[in-house]
């Protein structure tokens, strides 16, 4: 039976969706094309019919990551969504968290695609950040936001690395979230006013 244009875009979307998944939970090197074509719901054969290699998946997975970890920020609140962000639910769940936090190390590593592919995800996050955290520029603050932005971006992501690198009933796994979180939240607060 032939797939139909529509079906066989499904069918990639899937792959994709899945890969993103599997890479966040066990990083590139710890997905191999059969497991994840498997996964997926489809025979190993099928892989190069929608992709040129697994660079080509691992950069479309990473687009794929940022978008969703997008779509479920939008429209909170940043000091909520440092909350959870910086939250034991999120250090446990790395295939469904950030992509930045679970695979910023290995995609250091990666081909230039790959490592494209994450700093476009980052300067949506920036732009993000920027959005959220309120308007600088009538605090008089334009010109450091960017830099305010990327030490807020890069804490967070230290943090649930660092935090993921711990046991998981390590204590110090939470002490390391709790103590950035709260820095972070400090950094949101708006600045007092000028009198």
Do not use: W
């Not at 190069?48 to 779509?71: I, N, R, V």
């Not at 830099?147 to 660092?162: F, N, P």
């Amino acid at each position: 039976m032939k797939v139909t244009k529509a079906q066989a875009q499904a069918n990639r979307a899937h792959i994709v969706e899945t890969a993103s998944t599997l890479f966040r939970e066990r990083g590139y090197d710890g997905v191999g094309i059969a497991d994840l074509m498997a996964e997926a719901g489809f025979t190993h054969g099928g892989f190069y019919k929608h992709f040129g290699s697994k660079t080509d998946l691992m950069a479309e997975a990473a687009t794929c990551g940022f978008a969703q970890t997008a779509a479920k920020a939008e429209g909170v609140a940043a000091r909520d969504f440092v909350d959870h962000y910086l939250s034991r639910a999120h250090r446990d769940a790395p295939g469904e968290g950030c992509t930045m936090a679970a695979l910023c190390g290995d995609a250091a590593r990666q081909p230039e695609a790959v490592r494209t592919a994450f700093a476009a995800g980052l300067e949506d996050m920036l732009a993000t950040l920027g959005n959220r955290s309120g308007d600088a520029e009538k605090r008089g603050q334009a010109g450091d936001a960017r830099a305010r932005q990327i030490d807020v971006i890069a804490q967070v992501i230290g943090a649930i690395v660092l935090s993921r690198a711990c046991p998981d009933d390590s204590p110090l796994a939470d002490e390391i979230l709790d103590v950035c979180r709260a820095s972070v939240l400090a950094r949101l607060s708006p600045p007092p006013a000028r009198s």
